[in-house]
Each structure stands twice: as structure tokens, then as C-alpha cells.
Nanobody, 119 residues
Framework: QVQLVESGGGLVQAGGSLRLSCAASGRTGSTANMGWFRQAPGKERELVSAIGWSAGTTYYADSVKGRFTISRDNAKNTVYLQMNSLKAEDTAVYYC????????????WGQGTQVTVSS
């Protein structure tokens, strides 16, 4: 099994930046994709960004394109989400997740980290 530990959330003013980190441990060789989701109060969880663990192909939600950058360090089994030009609407709990091989959905989740953007 894979375990995930997130860090890097916090409070920032609009226009500011934060970098989230997600360190994976355990059976990381089974990782196909790593993604960042977020859930704001009263809203459904949404996929913000994802990266293929082998090929490094990336995905971004339209709402964060041009502002967020996902990257990975395979040697450290860590994925990062650099968030720039933050907006109040980016306020949410951000979750790191892994889709392991032979699974169609993200099946391993981190504990979540709060990101609050003050306007």
C-alpha cells in the first residue's frame, strides 16, 4: 500500500503563492498517477491537477491553468503543486491522491491540507 503525507498549506493573501508537497511512501512502484484535488465548503471535490508518474504528462483544471504548476521528484517520491496568483476562490482543503496501477480511480488519499486565500 502507498501512504501519502501532505504539507505546505496555509494562509496567504490574494496574489500570493504557496507550494504544496506530497510525499509518498510504501509501495510507490505501483503509482500510475498522482493528483491534487480540492474541496471547498459546500462544494464537490474537484481534480485540480495531475501528473503521470512515468511519462510526466500533466493535467490542469481550467480554473488553475497558467497559475498552478505540478511537478514530481521521482527520487524522493514527492509531487509538488506550485500555486501562484492565488485567488480567494482557491480557498479549500487540498488533497493529494494516487491512482495505482490497474485502478481506474484515485484510490489512495492524503489527509488534506488547508489553503486559505484572503482577499
Amino acid at each position: 500500500q502507498v501512504q501519502l503525507v501532505e504539507s505546505g498549506g496555509g494562509l496567504v493573501q490574494a496574489g500570493g503563492s504557496l507550494r504544496l508537497s506530497c510525499a509518498a511512501s510504501g509501495r510507490t512502484g505501483s503509482t500510475a498517477n498522482m493528483g491534487w484535488f480540492r474541496q471547498a465548503p459546500g462544494k464537490e471535490r474537484e481534480l485540480v491537477s495531475a501528473i503521470g508518474w512515468s511519462a510526466g504528462t500533466t493535467y490542469y483544471a481550467d480554473s488553475v491553468k497558467g497559475r498552478f504548476t505540478i511537478s514530481r521528484d521521482n527520487a524522493k517520491n514527492t509531487v509538488y503543486l506550485q500555486m501562484n496568483s492565488l485567488k480567494a476562490e482557491d480557498t479549500a482543503v487540498y488533497y493529494c491522491a494516487v491512482r495505482t496501477l490497474f485502478n481506474n480511480e484515485y484510490n489512495v488519499w492524503g489527509q488534506g491540507t488547508q489553503v486559505t486565500v484572503s482577499s
